[in-house]
């Protein structure tokens, strides 16, 4: 079946490093959808990409989404101790549902 | 507008028993996912209701069962319960103008721990 997946599974960084995860789909997708959770809440919707090789801003936030429209990135410069929580990735299935990836989770050392 | 809201918010179980999990929607909107979540294993999909019949449906067994009422509000109830049933259950509502996946806004979520 249609898969979502995402690396790295976990990420340490220094508070001030930069991060990157990745969100690859076994199919082509229509959109994709990016959503944070912080520790103990629950997931909030940062954004969603529509075109291909499309690539949007929020403040230290970079989303890309790839040019066949299987793959997409989120970058964030200078990571700050607000950035810790887990991001999911996620793209609509054929049935229409979403599928999320697995998440990656993002420690951040002050 | 007010946001997802759902029911109870903490739950304590015993294996065998059934439960049953409110979830409100944001208002105009039509759609309502259940997930279930636990660590290490992301956001797994149980089902999703649209106008009261459910469209799409997870791997999960059938002791999972969902329904949807006519002013979009829905539950879920998973009977017969399993140790690892334990996980925070997840609603999620959104507009579905388009029939397309479209944002998913969360509720706070149901932590349902089973002993």
């Known amino acids: 079946g249609q898969q979502v997946m995402q690396i790295p599974q976990y990420q340490h960084v220094q508070e001030g490093e930069d991060f990157t995860t990745y969100c690859n789909s076994s199919t082509t997708l229509s959109n994709i959808q990016w959503y944070k959770q912080r520790p103990g809440g629950h997931p909030v919707f940062l954004i969603q990409l529509v075109k291909s090789g499309e690539v949007k801003k929020q403040k230290r936030l970079t989303f890309q989404f790839g040019e066949a429209k299987k793959n997409s990135s989120l970058h964030i410069t200078a990571t700050q101790t607000t950035d810790v929580g887990t991001y999911f990735c996620?793209?609509?299935?054929?049935?229409?549902?979403?599928?999320f990836g697995q998440g990656t989770t993002l420690q951040v050392k002050p | 507008k007010a946001g997802v809201t759902q029911t109870p918010r903490y739950l304590i179980k015993t294996r065998g028993q059934q439960v049953t999990l409110s979830c409100s929607p944001i208002?105009?909107?039509?759609?309502v996912s259940w997930y279930q979540q636990t660590p290490g294993q992301g956001l797994q999909f149980l089902f999703e209701y649209f106008s009261e019949t459910q469209r799409n449906k997870g791997n999960f067994p059938g002791r999972f069962s969902g329904r949807q009422f006519s002013n979009s509000r829905s539950e879920m109830n998973v009977s017969t319960l399993e140790l690892g049933d334990s996980a925070l259950y997840l609603c999620a509502s959104s507009l579905e103008l388009a029939g397309v996946a479209d944002t998913q806004y969360f509720g706070p979520g149901t932590r349902l721990t089973v002993l």
């Open positions: 996620a793209g609509p299935s054929n049935t229409g549902k979403l599928i």
């Open positions: 208002s105009g909107h039509r759609s």
